[in-house]
């Protein structure tokens, strides 16, 4: 419902003509229960592809984001508006060594823990998100040029170099 809520809303502004995003949820990587019944996301190497699968509510909550996505667009591209999706889930999913979890305290700190995947390291795994996006606003502007780029960073550094 949050979904439709505000695709619908995005869908019904009368001058906006930006581009929606939707990035999907970085998946739970509790293991042995929930994360307040003795859950615990203690790993410390992502996951190989074979190793994990989305399942579950995790699964049912993707499945639901772009069900609810593809709706918004359709209705969006009617009105002339631009949606993209920004699937991170899977490449979340392989990364459970990416939390603090108990490693995001100090040994002697007299902390209660819980264990949560909202949280991440940083830098970490959802800097990848940044790049992602990034390269995404660089193909909607159309400044997806990899030489002129290049050499724009390496004409700075030499800037940067000689001052």
């Given at each position: 419902?949050?979904f439709?809520?505000?695709?619908?809303?995005?869908?019904?502004?009368?001058?906006?003509?930006?581009?929606?995003?939707?990035?999907?949820?970085?998946?739970?990587?509790?293991?042995?229960?929930?994360?307040?019944?003795?859950?615990?996301?203690?790993?410390?190497?992502p996951?190989?592809?074979?190793?994990?699968k989305?399942?579950?509510?995790?699964?049912?909550?993707?499945?639901?984001?772009?069900?609810?996505?593809?709706?918004?667009?359709?209705?969006?591209?009617?009105?002339?508006?631009?949606?993209?999706?920004?699937?991170?889930?899977?490449?979340m999913?392989?990364r459970?060594?990416?939390h603090?979890?108990?490693?995001?305290?100090?040994?002697?700190?007299?902390?209660?823990?819980?264990?949560?995947?909202?949280?991440?390291?940083?830098?970490?795994?959802?800097?990848?998100?940044?790049?992602?996006?990034?390269?995404?606003?660089?193909?909607?502007?159309?400044?997806h040029?990899?030489?002129?780029?290049?050499?724009?960073?390496h004409?700075?550094?030499?800037?940067?170099?000689?001052?």
């Amino acid at each position: 419902m949050a979904f439709r809520t505000a695709f619908r809303a995005i869908n019904s502004l009368e001058n906006f003509k930006g581009i929606t995003f939707l990035r999907t949820f970085a998946p739970s990587h509790f293991e042995n229960g929930e994360w307040n019944r003795g859950g615990n996301c203690l790993r410390t190497r992502p996951f190989r592809t074979n190793e994990t699968k989305l399942e579950g509510i995790n699964l049912d909550l993707y499945v639901t984001q772009l069900e609810e996505f593809k709706l918004a667009e359709r209705e969006g591209n009617k009105v002339g508006l631009k949606f993209r999706l920004l699937d991170t889930t899977q490449a979340m999913l392989l990364r459970p060594d990416g939390h603090p979890s108990r490693y995001g305290h100090w040994p002697h700190e007299n902390v209660t823990l819980y264990n949560d995947c909202v949280h991440w390291c940083l830098p970490g795994p959802i800097d990848t998100w940044s790049d992602f996006l990034l390269e995404m606003l660089k193909m909607e502007g159309g400044g997806h040029d990899k030489n002129s780029n290049q050499e724009k960073l390496h004409s700075s550094d030499r800037k940067m170099k000689f001052r």
